[in-house]
């Protein structure tokens, strides 16, 4: 319900949509990319070992430690690094810091939703530059741009990624302009992350979250990596709006999750072989499946409607995304889930003409 008393750019906004939480049945949840195993068991010691009346201090506000285990882990200097509250924090730091109302930003036209909700948001002029007819990124359209842009690598909701050398091939042909590299997905596209590229080029930026691989959406952890000044740049906005933006347990959380890289390969691998399986199968049923990169998979059904598949798999009890959008009506987003859960999917779908 609106209220006379909301802003104009209040009213004008289109706020994300996220993915159905539905709680009136059990379902096989295929829609939100969340991981299926638990996070590592470093991450339950760490909360266990949290007390009540700590709670009562002030987090730290630099989250030294966290962005110390960060820095670490990527072989960068903590200046290097900002811890965020999800990456979704990170993205709308850098839609703060490095424009003014008014600039264009420019993104992919079938790419992350929040992209665009940030840029109504801050009141810029959003540029979509269509993907190829086969969803992947086309790189010379990104060349020589007026405004700064925003990739997501790999992509969704399509799961196609550019290699290392294509991205800073765009970086390169935008010196004056700030690339920011949405890596969401990246432990599942193993040897194809550009965070290397940092060190030589001062306008990218990088974004990573905790919520995928490391199975920790519910905690809200992510970071930005990227020049000391781009970090400086973030770390003004940040403590001119939210000083802790990262809470005590989150911190603690993820310093565990960032010590068990083992972990993380061993979950990684587990998801890539499922996908993998599951994406071979639904070629043999016709359907068309973008090649995937990430934890999900883009698939077209040969007969159904991209609406009508969605509703079928909703009343057998899978939950999967649909984006009732021109290009992509027909395709269904579906999260990589356990070997029982797409099991299950891969039955459903063998039922359905
Ligand atoms: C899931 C996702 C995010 C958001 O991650 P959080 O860290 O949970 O905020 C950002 N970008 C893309 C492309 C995603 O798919």
């Not at 996070?39 to 009562?56: F, H, I």
């Amino acid at each position: 319900m609106n209220s006379r008393l909301w802003g104009r750019t209040t009213v004008a906004l289109q706020p994300y949509i996220p993915g159905e939480q539905v709680f009136d049945r059990e379902y096989s949840k295929l829609n939100t990319n969340e991981c299926p195993y638990p996070p590592s068991p470093l991450v339950a010691a760490a909360l266990a070992a949290q007390t009540a009346s700590d709670l009562r201090r002030y987090p730290d506000p630099d989250s030294s430690e966290l962005t110390a285990a960060l820095a670490a882990a990527h072989g960068l200097r903590p200046e290097q690094v900002l811890a965020c509250g999800g990456s979704d924090e990170a993205l709308a730091f850098a839609f703060m810091a490095f424009f003014d109302r008014g600039d264009r930003v420019y993104f992919p036209d079938i790419t992350y939703g929040f992209y665009r909700v940030y840029s109504d948001l801050f009141g810029l002029a959003a540029v979509e530059l269509p993907l190829r007819e086969d969803f992947t990124v086309g790189i010379e359209d990104y060349f020589g741009l007026d405004g700064h842009l925003f990739l997501a690598n790999p992509n969704a909701p399509t799961g196609t990624a550019l290699t290392p050398g294509q991205i800073e091939e765009i970086v390169r042909r935008n010196p004056d302009r700030l690339v920011v590299v949405d890596e969401a997905y990246i432990d599942f596209a193993p040897g194809m992350s550009c965070l290397e590229l940092i060190h030589r080029y001062d306008n990218l930026l990088v974004v990573q979250t905790f919520s995928k691989s490391r199975a920790l959406a519910g905690m809200r952890l992510g970071a930005a990596f990227g020049d000391a000044s781009l970090i400086g740049g973030l770390n003004r906005i940040k403590y001119s709006f939210n000083p802790y933006n990262l809470d005590q347990v989150s911190q603690a959380v993820g310093i565990a999750a960032l010590a068990d890289g083992a972990y993380l390969a061993h979950t990684v691998e587990r998801i890539i072989a499922t996908r993998e399986r599951v994406s071979a199968r639904l070629t043999q049923l016709g359907c068309e499946v973008i090649p995937s990169s990430t934890n999900f998979l883009f698939v077209r059904h040969p007969s159904l409607s991209g609406s009508q598949l969605y509703q079928n798999l909703k009343r057998d009890g899978v939950l999967v995304r649909h984006f009732p959008k021109a290009r992509i009506d027909n395709f269904l987003r579906v999260t990589v889930g356990t070997d029982g859960e797409m099991d299950q999917f891969i039955t459903l779908m063998e039922g359905y003409q």
